[in-house]
């Protein structure tokens, strides 16, 4: 039986046995009870100067593979998002070409791609509202040529320059008015992205939230749906109660989304994300950076929805949580690094690398403990690739394996 040698904080190492892997299979048809997204990184070319501050080099044949294979599982794609590294490393021009491509491979695969709409274009760190809002539509209108779905991210530079509720509503409302087709607004929380504190005009969200619907409500039919991403399943919760109809909610809770997407579907106990009432809205659909990592998981979780087994849901979806939170862990921003390697685990790129340098934001004892949960949750597609691959890591750094 193969082992997997493990690092601890402390330098201390142990053994744990390899499991076979999970022998989720491929949906026949389109998932149903559940929409889901996975949001994708981006792989850069091994050669390329991945070092802070460089443009990115894409290495698009791996890039656009990894694309390829989300939809071979029945799930969306959502691109040029916080996973693929946006104020984090990945320019303007590669953003677009980025947009651009995996529209055409969404085209070509018969899948349903969004993209992500920013104002990161802006070289300035300031700027007026005026210009959020021209270059909130400079990507807006782009991203819709490209036949993509929008995802309206939440703007750095409105947190800067608004002075309270009512400069969001005025950008929300201009920028929604010019949308040809319903996007998706995201509310990414100050764990993911600290500069973003204050989102919606106000430091508590509950009096954020309010905000927020308020803009759905004012902007009627230019909603698909609300992305939630402060990893906190009482807010989403309660958005997703009160939500017109029509507008989906998607989790972006990458530590409570077994609870939140199964909903009164399941019985989860001890969970944060546990549902003690039936509301009218009983689930939340996904949209999520996780489920990149563990895309046959994901798959196989919902195809047991589809088949009325939300047991199997839990059985197969409940292990990954602690995977996520490991993955997600703080600094959260940092959670790409964990999406890479394990895409590299798995057999998805050749090498770990990350642009602007950032596969080296993780520790190894933490990618250690990734490899541990990966490992006990089925989420390691090729296991013996993997251990090969890991054990290959911890020798070049000098670990007796």
Do not use: C
Request: charge should be negative.
């Amino acid at each position: 039986m193969s082992t997997l040698r493990l690092l601890a904080a402390d330098g201390t190492v142990t053994d744990a046995a390899l499991n076979a892997g999970g022998s989720f299979t491929r949906p026949a048809s389109a998932l149903q009870s559940r929409v889901a997204y996975a949001v994708a990184h981006v792989v850069p070319k091994t050669h390329a100067d991945n070092t802070p501050g460089q443009p990115a080099d894409i290495d698009w044949d791996s890039t656009l593979a990894f694309r390829r294979n989300v939809y071979s599982w029945g799930l969306g794609v959502a691109d040029a998002m916080d996973t693929a590294q946006r104020n984090m490393g990945l320019d303007a021009a590669a953003t677009r070409e980025l947009i651009a491509r995996s529209a055409e491979v969404a085209r070509e695969e018969g899948g349903s791609v969004v993209v992500g709409v920013n104002t990161d274009h802006l070289t300035e760190s300031h700027v007026s509202i005026d210009q959020v809002i021209d270059a909130y539509k400079e990507q807006l209108h782009f991203t819709e040529e490209q036949g993509a779905g929008p995802v309206l991210m939440a703007s750095r530079h409105l947190a800067r320059v608004a002075t309270g509720a009512d400069d969001y509503r005025r950008v929300y409302r201009e920028v929604l008015e010019s949308a040809t087709v319903p996007v998706v607004l995201h509310w990414l929380g100050t764990a993911f992205d600290p500069e973003l504190a204050g989102y919606f005009g106000a430091p508590d969200w509950q009096t954020a939230s309010e905000v927020l619907l308020e803009v759905i409500g004012e902007n009627p039919g230019k909603v698909a749906g609300v992305k939630m991403s402060l990893l906190n399943a009482e807010s989403e919760i309660s958005v997703r109660e009160q939500l017109p109809e029509g507008v989906r909610m998607f989790t972006g809770d990458d530590f409570n989304y077994v609870g939140l997407i199964g909903g009164s579907s399941v019985v989860e106990r001890g969970s944060e994300a546990s549902e003690t009432k039936r509301p009218e809205r009983t689930h939340s659909d996904a949209l999520l950076g996780a489920f990149a990592a563990i895309t046959p998981v994901a798959s196989a979780a919902i195809q047991a929805l589809d088949a009325g087994d939300p047991d199997r849901y839990l059985e197969i979806l409940g292990p990954t949580e602690a995977l996520s939170r490991q993955v997600f862990a703080a600094p959260t921003f940092y959670y790409k690094t964990g999406v890479a390697f394990l895409s590299w685990l798995n057999g998805h790129q050749s090498a770990f690398q990350m642009v602007g340098g950032l596969h080296s934001a993780r520790s190894l004892p933490h990618l250690s403990r990734i490899v541990e949960l990966a490992n006990a949750s089925l989420a390691l597609e090729a296991p013996e690739l993997a251990r090969e691959r890991w054990h290959g890591m911890l020798r070049l750094n000098g670990v007796d394996v």
